[in-house]
């Protein structure tokens, strides 16, 4: 448990702020003490330690970073080795391959990724998820038109599969979920976030 005394005061945790549930990832990491400012222009995110890339849809994302100038921005955060937490879409973006359909895609992480493999809105589901970086208490993982990893690369750390598919990964300041940890109300992926 990250304790609010242990968290700098130069802890400003982005969230990008064009659609998906960033006020609910906003919402848990104040819960634990931190700071956080919505990101919708470069000179937001060069103000930031952290950035929380939200669920939402994927496409529509990379649009908009296009149109705000902000995919340099985030490609020299990720790059500079400051931490970044990207969940549901956001881990679609940041990917190096996306399939079902191919698009286009930020390559900030050794990935191969499917778009909404398990199915749609109505198929969401919620899981125990096995961490065991973060003790032996399940995660509860909230699936909700959910991407499916299918490959990784060497330097890509799987934290968390579910039914052999990788759901949480890591690579040096990045971290990945495929499921929305900001919903389960469990605060240790942002505790984990917050100290990479």
């Given at each position: 448990?990250?304790?609010?005394?242990?968290?700098?005061?130069?802890?400003?945790?982005?969230?990008?702020?064009?659609?998906?549930?960033?006020?609910?990832?906003?919402?848990?990491?104040?819960?634990?003490?931190?700071?956080?400012m919505e990101?919708?222009?470069?000179?937001?995110?060069?103000?930031?330690?952290?950035?929380?890339?939200p669920g939402?849809?994927?496409?529509?994302?990379?649009?908009?970073?296009?149109?705000?100038?902000?995919?340099?921005?985030?490609?020299?955060?990720?790059?500079?080795?400051?931490?970044?937490?990207?969940?549901?879409?956001?881990?679609?973006?940041?990917?190096?391959?996306?399939?079902?359909?191919?698009?286009?895609?930020?390559?900030?992480?050794?990935?191969?990724?499917?778009?909404?493999?398990?199915?749609?809105?109505?198929?969401?589901?919620?899981?125990?998820?096995?961490?065991?970086?973060?003790?032996?208490?399940?995660?509860?993982?909230?699936?909700?038109?959910?991407?499916?990893?299918?490959?990784?690369?060497?330097?890509?750390?799987?934290?968390?599969?579910?039914?052999g598919n990788?759901?949480?990964?890591?690579?040096?300041?990045?971290?990945?979920?495929?499921?929305?940890?900001?919903?389960?109300?469990?605060?240790?992926?942002?505790?984990?976030?917050?100290?990479?």
């Amino acid at each position: 448990m990250v304790r609010k005394s242990e968290i700098s005061s130069e802890v400003v945790v982005g969230l990008l702020a064009f659609q998906g549930a960033y006020r609910a990832h906003g919402t848990m990491l104040h819960s634990i003490g931190a700071s956080t400012m919505e990101v919708r222009t470069a000179d937001d995110l060069r103000r930031c330690s952290h950035l929380a890339i939200p669920g939402g849809e994927s496409t529509s994302f990379l649009k908009l970073l296009e149109f705000h100038d902000l995919t340099d921005a985030l490609r020299e955060h990720a790059k500079s080795g400051k931490p970044m937490l990207a969940t549901c879409a956001g881990l679609i973006m940041i990917s190096s391959e996306v399939i079902n359909p191919p698009q286009e895609s930020l390559g900030l992480i050794d990935l191969t990724i499917e778009r909404n493999a398990y199915g749609r809105q109505v198929d969401s589901f919620e899981a125990n998820l096995d961490i065991p970086l973060l003790g032996t208490k399940p995660f509860p993982g909230i699936f909700i038109r959910s991407p499916k990893i299918q490959s990784v690369g060497d330097d890509v750390e799987i934290l968390s599969s579910l039914n052999g598919n990788p759901v949480l990964i890591r690579r040096k300041n990045i971290i990945g979920a495929t499921f929305h940890p900001e919903l389960s109300g469990d605060t240790r992926i942002h505790e984990l976030f917050l100290k990479a």
